[in-house]
């Protein structure tokens, strides 16, 4: 089958692999009919390759229809159409029992001390073949397989494996009082989400980002725009913001950025340079010093009022970078983050979903592309072009 698969640095390339196969009983493959392109796989693309390998199968977006089943799956039949969501969870260890799927014990990676495995996503989340391929297979397929209904097109029901998700569960992080104020950073698919997420919540939502097309999504949603170089002619996102909150600052603020921010050109030479050592010497690097580019999350933290509540979806992967703690402490700051627990979120997503569109998916996706363009879109995401926010391709 085709597949699109990491080669090295800024390298992804659509190869023919072997089909995959059924494991265990437990398992199905299903045959991908759309699958998205995520920020976080473009951390794969440069920051996280020590932890990749030439030739793994990335992504982990997928939906489709299944092909076979194992002999001891029983929800599932050939032939339902089905999101699979990004964590590999096996749904009944004690983590998942308490809805903490991106924890699962059963797919806990030990070895790297991280939580469980995704789909397509390097040696640190069980380097498991991801979804921008023809086929996928599913493990524990009962508990992870989204059966959904056959009306409407993917676009409907495909971001249930992350975007809405991630996104939703931002917005329940965050915590906004009612009659709130919250400061989005960040307009890419998550931040844009969350955004619209948080003005249907009847909240005031202010988004910041650098590139003004992602800014207009958002603006269409009834939030607030602000672009980021405007901003910091005006002293700075928290200082413009305080200015129209009453001089306290947003109730809560949602870092949909992570460790690609602009901003923080010194912290980008570290990056690169961990990226080209040998991987022996690059992964305790990265594990142990502090190379993610902070900016947007010391926005955050300027920003949100004393007391008030930062959520953050944005990834970051440096393990030591120095916080300002001094500032978070003074301020009472409440910081919730983590990867999105997926299946805990999608039993209440999925009517807001059949009934109406009520976040827009359906016009979500600025483009839909055969696999084979996988390559070029990679390259449009990462640097913004072409007006490339979200790409679901259609293998
Ligand atoms: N927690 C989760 O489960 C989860 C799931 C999906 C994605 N993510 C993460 O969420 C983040 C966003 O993902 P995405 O798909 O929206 O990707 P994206 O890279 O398209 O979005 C990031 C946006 O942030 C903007 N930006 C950069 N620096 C900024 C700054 N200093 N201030 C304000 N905006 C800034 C960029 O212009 C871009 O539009 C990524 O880090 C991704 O890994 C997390
Ligand atoms: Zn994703
Ligand atoms: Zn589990």
Redesign the pocket.
Known sequence: MLAVTWQGVHDMQVSEVPDPQIEEPTDAIIKITSTGL???D??LYETLAPFMEAGDVVGHEPMGIVEEVGAGVTNLRVGDRVVVPFNVCCGTCWMCRSNLYSQCETTQNHEHGTGASFFGYSKLYGQVPGGQAEYLRVPFADFMSMKVPHEHADDRFLFLS?VLP?AWQALQYADVPGGGTLLV???????DMAARMGVQAGHRVIS????AE?LGRVKAFGAEPVH?DDAEQAGGVGALVRESTGGRGPDAVID????????SPAATLVQKFVGLLPDAVAEPMMKKAGLDRL??LY?AIDAVRRGGTISI???YGGAADPMPMMQLFDKQVQLRM???NVRAWTDDLLPMLTEEDAFGVDAFATHHLPLTEAPAAYEHFQK?EEGMVKVVFQP
């Not at 910041?208 to 590139?211: F, Q, T």
Request: glycine share 22%; charged share 15%; hydrophobic share 40%.
């Open positions: 995520c920020g976080s473009l951390h992350d991630t950073l960040g307009a890419g698919p998550i931040g910041v980002d650098r590139v992602r980021l949909a950025v992570g460790m690609e921010a602009h901003g900016a947007a926005t979806s944005g990834v983590g990867q999105a913004k």
